[in-house]
């Protein structure tokens, strides 16, 4: 099971986002120890941050190292050159959450030592905090990094892939809090769908429920390059009702023209070319030069299939 940090980085916020850190001196200048400093070394591997600075919640991210000895990486301030450090993955917000959004009450609620707030539901003063359960599932909701149940999850992501996985929280039957890591599928799907509740079909047109709409790849995900598999273009929305599979078994492809055409693989049941049938001559919807290569890549793909 994670749990949730909080940590005010203020002005030092950008340069610790660029290096994908989070880092705090050993001793003040007296040589005192700082709680909101020696928590850091507490913190685990997959564990979850909320960065807040200048008065918004801007990033979340998913703990890679635990704390280690760093030299400062910020060239002002008064700070000892030695101190800690965590690694990081950083999700920036799409939108920044003003800490006004944060519900008064879960701040009041879930103030007192250790916490980042106090009695009034305002900031306290210092580095790195506990944070509620509560308020860390709070934020991630808020900023749509909860996993839906069609998502494909890992523990970790794949190691030098994580700037295309982000973080998410799973809340299991039992109401236990883990922290899992999702592709960039759900980017393509929020980017595809845009919070809609119905959709169009790309391939047979017909308006659905986004429950019955598959994010799809026009060219096989496993085929695409990096840049291609983040590329929006790269999905369609395909309806369950048929359209998703025949697309991927290559039963139907689309012409260079946007235009659905029957094969490249042969359709031998009656009820299935009658199927087929019904499709066959309809434009496309959102075809265009923007993803005509990928329908190109599936028409050969599956052209050379049918040859073996
Ligand atoms: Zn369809």
Known sequence: MSKFWWVNQGRTYTRELDLGIAWAPLLTAK????????????????????????????????????????????????????????????????????????????????????????????????????????????VMEEAGLVADKDDVLYDAPPSGESQSYETVIVVGPDGEVTVKTRAEHHKLKALLFKGQKEADCALCGKTLPVSLLITAHIKQRAQCSKSERIDQNVVMAACVLGCDSLYEKGFVSVDSDGVLIAGPRNATATALIEHIGVLTGKSVLGFGAHNEKYFAWHRSAHSEIKMK
């Open 31 to 138: 040589g005192g120890k700082q709680h909101h400093w020696d928590r850091m070394d507490l913190v685990q591997v997959g564990d979850v941050v909320v960065h807040y600075a200048e008065g918004q919640i801007r990033s979340v991210s998913r703990v890679l190292t635990t704390s280690h000895q760093a030299s400062n990486p910020h060239s002002d301030g008064d700070w000892a050159q030695v101190g800690r450090e965590l690694k990081l993955s950083y999700v920036v917000l799409d939108v920044a959450l003003p800490l006004s959004k944060l519900p008064e009450a879960m701040r009041r609620g879930n103030s007192g030592y250790g916490s980042p707030f106090d009695k009034y539901g305002a900031v306290n003063m210092g580095y790195f905090f506990d944070l509620a359960d509560e308020v860390g599932i709070w």
